[in-house]
């Protein structure tokens, strides 16, 4: 049984850091793709990265420069460092795990993706 079992989020003013991370277990010899979502109120969930199993990561040009994405297999812990926080970063986070699946943009769509967490809340005060 595939479990996502997510950690951190909080408060920060903006221009602060942030660590999210999502421990990935249950997949048979660690074949999956990996992602991170985030949902504003009143919005769409949206992709902000997605890694393939081949390890090419896909980010959303919102976040570019600012996060950076990692994924040790080893111990299924996909981590999201988010820099240089924004207002506009206010959301609940998702982390989300799908079947092997080489890496690309289509990582930032939902579809990918059998296994979600349950969302970490993300506020990012001006």
């Known amino acids: 049984q595939v479990q996502l079992a997510e950690s951190g989020g909080g408060s920060v003013q903006s221009g602060g850091s942030l660590r999210l991370s999502c421990v990935i277990s249950?997949?048979?010899?660690?074949?999956?793709?990996a992602g991170w979502f985030r949902q504003a109120p009143g919005k769409e969930r949206e992709g902000v990265v997605g890694?393939?199993?081949?390890?090419?990561?896909t980010y959303a040009d919102s976040v570019k420069g600012r996060f950076t994405v990692s994924l040790d297999k080893t111990t299924g812990t996909l981590r999201l460092q988010m820099n240089s926080l924004k207002p506009e970063d206010t959301a609940m986070y998702y982390c989300?795990?799908?079947?092997?699946?080489?890496?690309?943009?289509?990582?930032?769509?939902?579809?990918?993706?059998?296994?979600w967490g349950h969302g970490l809340q993300v506020t990012v005060s001006s």
């Open positions: 890694i393939g199993d081949d390890g090419v990561t």
């Open positions: 989300a795990a799908g079947p092997y699946r080489r890496g690309g943009i289509w990582l930032l769509l939902t579809w990918p993706y059998t296994n």
């Open positions: 249950g997949y048979t010899l660690n074949n999956y793709v």
